[in-house]
C-alpha cells in the first residue's frame, strides 16, 4: 500500500473521545466532508439507501464496530459510534461501563425506549448527546441536533 495512503487509512482512531454537545472523536457537527476525510481519512464505506449521505468507519472491513458520520445539506448532521467500539469514552466513562455510571456522571439524562436497547439523551445549546445502553451496559455515542431522533 502506498505510504499516503496507508497514512489517511490510519486516521479513524482506535479509541475515539466524547465531549458533550462538542464531538465525538474530533468530529463536530457542521462539519464538511472535506474535514471529516481530513481528521478520519478516506477508508469508509457509504450507505446505500440512507435518507442522508452517512459514510461508515469500520475497523475492517465489513464489520459494523467503528463510528459514523450522516451529512445534511453538506455539512455533518450527526455522529456516532457504530455497535460497541471498545477504547471510546466522555472522561471516565467509558463503552462498556454500567448503566448506573452513565446515570452517576449524568443524572439528568432522559430515557427513550429504542426498539432493543435505550437512549440516554442530554440536550444543550441545540445539540443533543446520546448515550446508547444495552443489555445494561453503555454500548455507544452519538452527538445530534436537538430535533433529531434519539433512536438511530
Known amino acids: 500500500m502506498h505510504a499516503l495512503a496507508l497514512a ?5 482512531p482506535k479509541q475515539g473521545t466524547l465531549v458533550p454537545f462538542k464531538s465525538l472523536g474530533g468530529i463536530r457537527l457542521g462539519m464538511t466532508p472535506a474535514q471529516v476525510t481530513a481528521a478520519w ?14 459514510w461508515y468507519f469500520t475497523y475492517r472491513p465489513f464489520t459494523p464496530t ?3 458520520v450522516s451529512f445534511k445539506a453538506g455539512h455533518v ?9 471498545l477504547g471510546w469514552h466522555e472522561g471516565t466513562l467509558a463503552i462498556g461501563d454500567d448503566k448506573q455510571s452513565l446515570l452517576t456522571d449524568f443524572p439528568t439524562a432522559i430515557r427513550v425506549p429504542c426498539s432493543n436497547y435505550d437512549a440516554y439523551i442530554v440536550t444543550h445549546a441545540g445539540v443533543t448527546t446520546a448515550f446508547y445502553v444495552f443489555g445494561g451496559k453503555l454500548w455507544g455515542f452519538a452527538l445530534t441536533p436537538s430535533n433529531a431522533p434519539a433512536c438511530r
Do not use: N, Q
Open 8 to 12: 489517511l487509512a490510519l486516521l479513524f
Open 77 to 85: 448532521d450527526a455522529v456516532f459510534t457504530l455497535w460497541s467500539p
Open 66 to 68: 467503528g463510528a459514523g
Open 41 to 54: 481519512g478516506t477508508k469508509h464505506g457509504r450507505c446505500h439507501g440512507c435518507p442522508e449521505a452517512t
